[in-house]
């Protein structure tokens, strides 16, 4: 067709393609958009930024991850999951001895936030707490104010359809 943009895109879950497709964001996009707001916070908050080339010493590996805010609480992947892939060795994976911190976006905050893998001991969902517990503990609770570099806001850009 002359005048006419097209595009394909290769989704993770052909369910999408059909219904959803103009209203259900790719993945991939969510993240780009989760680690540039990242990259902009750190830079903001005096980080040096290197992109990953080759080897390198004395630098923090950090892993960029969308939180989700959830029940008081932004919510985010602590580990790589690998289920949907043919015959994985494993359903997940871990980020431990390969990182040294997440680095957390929420578009529902516009917060990016830098938490040291130490200070997660769990395997599947870190969470940080935006709201006060109901029942006022203190104790254990990460509070997303404790980790915050910087805030960035993020909108998701309208596609034209083909």
């Known amino acids: 067709m002359v005048g006419q943009r097209t595009c394909c895109l ?9 219904r959803h497709s103009l209203s259900v964001e ?33 630098l923090r590996r950090v892993q960029c991850k969308t939180g989700r ?12 999951a690998y289920g949907h ?14 990182i040294e911190a997440f ?8 917060g990016v936030y830098l938490v040291p893998i130490e200070d997660l ?12 517990p109901k029942n006022n503990q203190k104790r254990l609770i990460r509070f997303a104010s404790d980790y915050e570099i910087g805030e960035v806001q993020s909108r998701r850009t309208r596609t034209t359809s083909a």
């Open 26 to 58: 790719h993945p991939k996009a969510i993240g780009d958009r989760s680690t540039l707001a990242i990259m902009l916070a750190l830079k903001d908050a005096g980080y040096a930024l290197l992109l990953p080339f080759g080897e390198g010493s004395g």
């Open 103 to 110: 680095a957390i976006h929420c578009p529902e905050t516009g």
């Open 10 to 18: 290769v989704w993770t879950r052909p369910s999408r393609c059909r």
């Open 121 to 132: 001991k769990v395997e599947v969902q870190g969470a940080l707490r935006v709201d006060a």
């Open 85 to 98: 892939h043919r015959n994985p060795a494993t359903a997940r994976r871990s980020y431990v001895d390969q």
């Open 69 to 80: 805010l959830r029940s008081g609480a932004i919510r985010f992947a602590t580990c790589s």
